[in-house]
T-cell receptor
Framework: DTGVSQDPRHKITKRGQNVTFRCDPI?????LYWYRQTLGQGPEFLTY????????KSRLLSDRFSAERPKGSFSTLEIQRTEQGDSAMYLC?????????????FGNGTRLTVT | QKEVEQDPGPLSVPEGAIVSLNCTYS??????FMWYRQYSRKGPELLMY????GNKEDGRFTAQVDKSSKYISLFIRDSQPSDSATYLC???????????FGKGTSLLVTP
């Protein structure tokens, strides 16, 4: 168990550019979650996958955001036409199959800075 | 009203003090409650997981749930400088399996 891995750790981009982040969950964890965290706030739910199916999306996930998990393993989160308000820490978490209330296992996040 | 409310602090205490961190939640149907600890520039890590009402103890940490008042607490005994972090309370979302988090309380334990 190597934990949830996120790449890159830090991304600096100019406003209007597209960015893509990757998350590798703990192996055999079938549920994967994306959260966003801004300074002084708790993590805010963005979206959730069970295997390759995206089952829930938050209203925070605007049309510029898209997430995929094509083979039910790693996931990507893409932000198109980035805005300064997108600057945040993007956290990925996973849980194993089983009960509905398994604790989330988080990665160390990707910190996005939009200049 | 947010589903989970938490005083962001910051809270500063001397080493050895007892720390009390608190959250309130809005949905009386919630059964599971979690506390996460987050160090600077790291992801949150699970600290305590409780079900329904009552206390749960793990070493220097005690989690307490009062469902009648929809209040959850985390107590840290004999606090250490290594406890300096942000503490996040979390409850399940109404739909789906994800969690709702409070804003987090920033704790600083000074030597």
């Amino acid at each position: 168990d190597t934990g949830v891995s996120q790449d890159p750790r830090h991304k600096i981009t100019k406003r209007g550019q597209n960015v893509t982040f990757r998350c590798d969950p703990i192996s055999e964890h079938n549920r994967l979650y994306w959260y966003r965290q801004t300074l002084g706030q708790g993590p805010e739910f963005l979206t959730y996958f069970q295997n390759e199916a995206q089952l829930e999306k938050s209203r925070l996930l605007s049309d510029r955001f898209s997430a995929e998990r094509p083979k039910g393993s790693f996931s990507t989160l893409e932000i198109q036409r980035t805005e300064q308000g997108d600057s945040a820490m993007y956290l990925c978490a996973s849980t194993p199959p089983g009960t509905d209330n398994s604790p989330l296992h988080f990665g160390n996040g990707t910190r996005l800075t939009v200049t | 009203q947010k589903e989970v409310e938490q005083d962001p602090g910051p809270l500063s205490v001397p080493e050895g003090a007892i720390v009390s961190l608190n959250c309130t939640y809005s949905n009386s149907a919630f059964q599971y409650f979690m506390w996460y600890r987050q160090y600077s520039r790291k992801g949150p890590e699970l600290l305590m997981y409780t079900y329904s009402s009552g206390n749960k103890e793990d070493g220097r940490f005690t989690a307490q749930v009062d469902k009648s008042s929809k209040y959850i607490s985390l107590f840290i005994r004999d606090s250490q400088p290594s406890d300096s972090a942000t503490y996040l309370c979390a409850t399940p979302r109404r739909a789906g399996y994800a969690l709702n988090f409070g804003k987090g309380t920033s704790l600083l334990v000074t030597p």
